[in-house]
């Protein structure tokens, strides 16, 4: 898994990569041609084509030049995003598809005003064949007509046959040339050559060649506009990042555009605007809205200091804050580079039938041709217009472009939602092996926990009041930068208290702190402490204990040789933690906590969050351990940690899962990263997952069933039992109709709800 890679080495960059946007694909084969020819680039590491958007992702070291006369080579066309924002490029290829859409539904709409007349004739007023010279004039023109929809309307399949001819391969196209092709040269061979054919044979089938281009454009047509509902989610998150910024420059206020803002610019956010680029508070204190960001609703409140989010939206004051990270490395920048290379990978279910799909186009050439010979051998009369007929029919019902949308469709979707909800899944095998996890390995500090400890109790055993005891603690501790000190200082910065000034101030190690205000001498630290400088706490030592064994630190104060307070420091559990394992518990999971804490802490963490399976002690590279012995049971694992210490677990798991803040390693640390820090986030993640698992078999069943069932009913084994033998004009319309169920399945995903918490 990539994870061990990143991880274990943040500081390494990940290698570049490139997006191309592909023209000319029209199947599922193709996708193996083309990634065939990427692949062979010198300096390209992995290449993958995204059928269902037609697009590229190429990773390497490699000039696009190279790539795109690879594609080109490979008888496709390519182009580069290289250069131009995201939204350019979004914009730039849904333009492109409004166009190719337009031009589509004119394909369609001339080839079926030749088609449908034809049509309707053959059925209702008279038959399509030839027994007369007028005849043969009238149907010269006709078949005349039909050349040109076949030049205007069916031209791209015809060169898009051509292209695949040249580089010994074959693709949809061949299979609608060769069927719409035969057609029309044997009605053609009839109207010119009526004696060549025997007299029952004479049936023409130009209104097939018209009405099958009419229908798959329509298909194509429709299919193409289910498609762009896909990168919704893409949309939404270019969307939120605003055009312009206000910078301070000279000092003065000016607009300039977002492209132009660079490192270290001071710039200013008034309320109700968006961040533009990520960066550091310097000025005000403003609560922002985070949830394009997490999925958690609440604004969060930054002052100096805090960092900001491009994107996020200001929801209060007004604040300044330097840049930090600008362009395409702002947290959103990247979020919407991983949501697209997540929605470019492959599953092992889709490589599998990318695989099928690469030998399923030669397999039906064969079959359509084992078809036609043997209703010249065995068939009734006429023996070479039903071999004509099934043939045409084999092939044109038999093209995989169901096939090919199944799986890249889905993930689209599933990628799109996941992301919605604050989960970024990073590869399309994290997301097929996260519908599959059987237990969950969390991490309790920062996992489990908040992962900052707080003070959790202030016991009182003098006449001083809690916030002169939280004052003095605070004052003591205002020089040290002890974990412990800082929960102090933070729990007096809360409530607005004021530190005093500390003399003969003296850090004790491993005991604690001592020193003196307004002439008292003060002692803060463990019982060691207590006991060294003699100070009597005996009665006081069952609540310590007590504080102890709930997973807490206690610390005890002493003024002037008095105990006079116990101060407990507890990191809590994070408020949905209880109630996110809760639901990872009723949906079937193992869940097992890991810690390096002593086994007191660990037993109190684990019952007050719900676990029942624990293990203390653990040091890192032990976890990578405890993550082998359960797959050596048979569970396929899941390991939660914060993406850097547990590099090795997270690397050893099936699926690693990162709780990050959508920043820095957090986002390219694991398999998935939970941006809000929620374990909720755990739940949602392989909900989506399920889900869109679901959804991809639905897709390749129906695709598999319709090709499977609906290639014997075309060749004619239902001929000799119920004398029906399936038209070419069907066969086309279930084909063009095929891929548009598939992609209409694929979009119901987006009806999906993650579970309200």
Not at 8 to 15: D, F, H
Not at 278 to 305: F, N, Q, R
Not at 651 to 676: H, K, N, P, Y
Not at 726 to 734: D, E, K, N, R, T
Request: charged share 20%; with cysteine.
């Amino acid at each position: 898994m990539q994870v061990q890679q990143v991880a274990s080495n943040p500081g390494v960059p990940p290698e570049p990569s490139q997006t191309l946007v592909i023209e000319g694909a029209s199947c599922a084969s193709c996708v193996t041609k083309i990634e065939q020819a990427l692949n062979s680039v010198p300096g390209v590491s992995s290449a993958a084509m995204n059928f269902a958007d037609r697009t590229a992702l190429v990773t390497g070291d490699v000039e696009s030049e190279l790539l795109i006369h690879s594609v080109e080579k490979a008888g496709y066309t390519a182009r580069t995003t290289a250069g131009t924002s995201e939204e350019d490029s979004l914009e730039e290829k849904e333009q492109a598809d409004r166009v190719y859409y337009r031009r589509l539904m004119l394909n369609m709409s001339i080839a079926l005003a030749v088609g449908l007349p034809l049509m309707v004739y053959g059925l209702f007023i008279g038959e399509m064949t030839v027994t007369t010279n007028t005849q043969r004039l009238a149907w010269l023109a006709v078949g005349i007509l039909t050349f040109g929809v076949m030049t205007f309307s069916g031209k791209h399949f015809y060169t898009g046959a051509w292209q695949s001819l040249k580089n010994h391969s074959a693709n949809m196209d061949t299979l609608i040339a060769l069927g719409t092709g035969t057609a029309w040269l044997y009605s053609m061979v009839v109207v010119l050559l009526p004696w060549a054919v025997p007299e029952m044979a004479r049936h023409l089938y130009f209104e097939a060649t018209a009405m099958i281009i009419g229908l798959i454009n329509l298909g194509l047509a429709l299919e193409l506009r289910a498609r762009g509902k896909t990168s919704a989610a893409i949309k939404r998150l270019i969307g939120m990042q605003p055009r312009t910024a206000r910078v301070l420059r000279d000092g003065k206020e000016q607009d300039i555009a977002i492209e132009q803002v660079v490192l270290n610019d001071v710039v200013r956010v008034r309320p109700g605007e968006k961040i533009p680029v990520d960066g550091e508070v310097l000025e005000g204190h403003t609560a922002v809205d985070e949830s394009m960001l997490t999925g958690e609703p609440m604004p969060v409140g930054k002052t100096p200091g805090d960092e900001v989010s491009a994107g996020t939206i200001n929801k209060t004051g007004s604040v300044q804050f330097r840049a930090t990270r600008v362009g395409r490395e702002t947290a959103l920048a990247r979020i919407i580079a991983m949501v697209k290379r997540a929605q470019n990978s492959k599953l092992p279910i889709g490589r599998l039938a990318d695989t099928i799909a690469a030998y399923f186009v030669p397999a039906v050439m064969i079959i359509a041709v084992l078809s036609a010979m043997a209703w010249l051998n065995f068939g009734p009369d006429p023996a070479v217009a039903y071999a004509i007929v099934s043939a045409t029919t084999v092939l044109i019902i038999a093209c995989p472009c169901a096939l090919g949308l199944a799986t890249p469709m889905s993930v689209m979707v599933g990628v799109g939602k996941a992301a919605e909800a604050g989960v970024l899944i990073r590869n399309g095998e994290a997301l097929q092996t996260a519908s599959r996890l059987t237990a969950m390995i969390l991490d309790k500090t920062g996992t489990i926990t908040l992962g900052s400890p707080k003070v959790s109790d202030v016991v009182l055993v003098s006449d001083q009041s809690e916030e002169e005891v939280l004052c003095l603690t605070a004052s003591l501790e205002s020089g040290s930068e002890h974990p412990l000190a800082l929960a102090i200082l933070e729990s007096v910065e809360e409530r607005g208290l004021q530190i005093d000034k500390v003399e003969n101030f003296k850090a004790l190690a491993g005991q604690g702190v001592e020193g003196s205000i307004a002439g008292r001498q003060l002692l803060f630290g463990n019982e060691k402490l207590m006991q060294e400088r003699g100070i009597g706490y005996e009665q006081y030592r069952t609540k310590v204990g007590d504080l102890a064994r709930a997973a807490k630190t206690p610390m005890l104060f002493a003024i002037d040789g008095e105990i006079a307070a116990i101060i407990a420091v507890a990191d809590p559990i994070k408020e949905d933690s209880v109630a996110a394992i809760r639901r990872l518990q009723e949906i079937g999971l193992r869940v097992v906590m890991l810690t390096g804490d002593n086994h007191a802490t660990a037993r109190a963490v684990a019952d007050r969050a719900g676990v029942t399976e624990f293990y203390a002690e653990v040091l890192p590279e032990d976890k990578a351990d405890k993550v082998a012995e359960l797959q050596k049971l048979g569970e396929v694992v899941g390991m939660t940690g914060d993406g850097i210490n547990d590099a090795p677990a997270l690397a050893m798991a099936d699926v690693g899962f990162a709780i990050g803040t959508g920043t820095d390693v957090a986002i390219e640390s694991a398999d998935v990263t939970l941006m809000r820090g929620s374990l909720h986030g755990l739940a949602d993640a392989i909900a989506v997952s399920k889900a869109t698992l679901r959804n991809i078999k639905q897709n390749l069943f129906g695709a598999f069933i319709y090709n499977v069932a609906g290639i014997p009913i075309a060749a004619g084994v239902l001929y000799p039992v119920f004398g029906l033998l399936l038209s070419p004009i069907i066969a086309g319309a279930a084909m063009a109709f095929s891929s548009l169920t598939v992609v209409s399945n694929a979009n119901r995903l987006r009806l999906f709800k993650v579970q309200e918490y």
